[in-house]
Each structure stands twice: as structure tokens, then as C-alpha cells.
T-cell receptor
């Protein structure tokens, strides 16, 4: 069992659909992250949750809506997406958001295609 | 804010040759430094990390990196490349409560 599990691994959705990405971490960490990875672009931090509280929102469009019901689970709710939102979405976790002492661990990613 | 620079977005080496992937960071305070590897269609996997215990850090799969404060560098090396090393490599820095990632270097290994 990997430390950070993401489902689904692949998702194709239309621009009017509503879907969700799920992330679960089994590492006992308190901080969880969503990153977006597009072709030929740097990793983009989208959201950070620390002890279930959102601490970072990097100007992400409202069509992306995160939810963190507890320290082990993180969701990314998707609605009315655009084709340019097609990317690999990576979930990650760390002990807490005190980055200096922590290592960030990634899931396998969810490939999203918006048609 | 911290910045991480990876020189060379693409590096090609022959199988058995030395691998050298470059990373420079901008902080004046020694941060915590990481190298991650991303194989095709997978997430990022930790290769190694520097946390001030020793300047030469050994990681998985025969990789190592050396922290050089005077050069603000943390270059990744492997003495002999293997076909299975073909992947994208990311350097990362943590400072305060933030992680900063480089833009990645794609390593191609030529048989």
C-alpha cells in the first residue's frame, strides 16, 4: 500500500460535468496539498491544508473546489472545467506545513482530460 | 521568495556514463533540499534529501547529491547511468512552511 493514494487515476469529463478527485494518505501526516502538473510547465501549487484548515489558495479558479474532511482525506471537486484544465493533478502530504523539517510525499496522480 | 533553478531541461547520457543534473537555489540561509524522480505516468518519488547532517547525501538507485553552500548548489549525480534511470528529475527546496520546485530535467539514457 502506497503512502498517498489517489483515485481515479484517469478521468475524462465534459465541460459541463461535475466530478471529484480523491486523495487519501496513510502516513499520519497533518498537511495535504494539491498540485497541478501541465505539460512543459512547472509544478503549480493549488491548495494546502494544515490540520484540516486551508492555508494556501494560489489564486485557483473557483471551478476547482477543495475539501478536507479530516487529516487523511483530501478531495478536489471539479465543475464546469475548461480544456486547458487538462493536466496531471498530484496530491501530496507532509508531517505538517513546517516545510523546513518535513518531506513532502506524492501520490501517483490523477490524469484529467476535459473534452 | 526562494527560487530553484535546474540548468538544462533535457539531458542525454549514454548507458554507463556519468549522470549530472544541476540544481541551484537562491536562499542565503541553508534550506532543506530534495531531489525527486518522476517516471512516466507516475507521481513524484523522493530520491534523496539534505537536512544539514552531511553535505554528501546518498539516495536510492545509486544517486547522490552534494550540498555546496558557497555555490548554492545541490547537483545530483550517478556514476553509471542505467536505462531505467530515464525519467524527469525535480529539485526542491523547503524553507519556512513552503516547498519550492524546479522546472524539472528530463533524463534520456541512450543504449
Amino acid at each position: 500500500e502506497t503512502g498517498v493514494t489517489q483515485t481515479p487515476r484517469h478521468l475524462v469529463m465534459g465541460m459541463t460535468n461535475k466530478k471529484s478527485l480523491k486523495c487519501e494518505q496513510h502516513l499520519g501526516h497533518n498537511a495535504m496539498y494539491w498540485y497541478k502538473q501541465s505539460a512543459k510547465k512547472p509544478l503549480e501549487l493549488m491548495f494546502v491544508y494544515n490540520f484540516k484548515e486551508q492555508t494556501e489558495n494560489n489564486s485557483v479558479p473557483s471551478r476547482f473546489s477543495p475539501e478536507c474532511p479530516n487529516s487523511s482525506h483530501l478531495f478536489l471537486h471539479l465543475h464546469t472545467l475548461q480544456p486547458e484544465d487538462s493536466a496531471l493533478y498530484l496530491c501530496a502530504s507532509s508531517q505538517d506545513q513546517g516545510g523546513t523539517r518535513n518531506t513532502i510525499y506524492f501520490g501517483e496522480g490523477s490524469w484529467l482530460t476535459v473534452v | 521568495a526562494q527560487s530553484v533553478t535546474q540548468l538544462g531541461s533535457h539531458v542525454s547520457v549514454s548507458e554507463g556514463a556519468l549522470v549530472l543534473l544541476r540544481c541551484n537555489y537562491s536562499s542565503s540561509v541553508p534550506p532543506y533540499l530534495f531531489w525527486y524522480v518522476q517516471y512516466p505516468n507516475q507521481g513524484l518519488q523522493l530520491l534523496l534529501k539534505y537536512t544539514s547532517a552531511a553535505t554528501l547525501v546518498k539516495g536510492i538507485n545509486g544517486f547522490e547529491a552534494e550540498f555546496k553552500k558557497s555555490e548554492t548548489s545541490f547537483h545530483l549525480t550517478k556514476p553509471s547511468a542505467h536505462m531505467s534511470d530515464a525519467a524527469e528529475y525535480f529539485c526542491a527546496v523547503s524553507e519556512g512552511n513552503q516547498f519550492y520546485f524546479g522546472t524539472g530535467t528530463s533524463l534520456t539514457v541512450i543504449p
